[in-house]
Structures are given as C-alpha cells and as structure tokens.
C-alpha cells in the first residue's frame, strides 16, 4: 500500500486520504472541501500547476502545494 502525496497520483488514478501534512488554515480549507482522512479522492485532470480533484462527487481545483500535503494511500493501482 504505497502511501504517496496527492500530487504524485496520475489523472485518473484514485486514493485514501490518510493524513494532511499541513497546519491548522490549510487543514480546515481541506476540511472544507470534504478532504478529510478515510475519504475517497480521485484525481480528474491537471491545469497546468493546479490540480482537479473529485470528492464525494463534487470537482475541485486546488493548487499542487496544497495537493502535495494531502497523503492518500493509493492501494494496489498501477
């Protein structure tokens, strides 16, 4: 079970969130948006530096900074 930043996931490719390796403003930003440890995420495209991700249905764009301190855990893919 590789566990990786979100940013390392490929478009198209789908994680666990584990943990959020930030401080309090950018955890509850996080938090906001759904991206909370034990949820799906799923990686939906890349906008140049920025990064569209999908939780619980729902498409977000969030920046490669803040997608590199989520830590999903990426299972068995590829």
Known sequence: MPVVPL???REGQE???V????GRGCTARLMSMGIVPGKKIKI???RGGAVLV????TKFVI???LAMKVIVD????G
Do not use: K, W
Request: no cysteine; charged share 15%.
């Open 7 to 9: 940013s390392a996931l």
């Open 44 to 46: 939906a495209g890349r």
């Open 74 to 77: 990426a299972g068995e893919q």
């Open 63 to 65: 920046g490669r900074g």
């Open 15 to 17: 994680g666990t969130v």
């Open 54 to 57: 999908s939780v619980n249905g």
């Open 19 to 22: 943990t959020i390796d930030g």
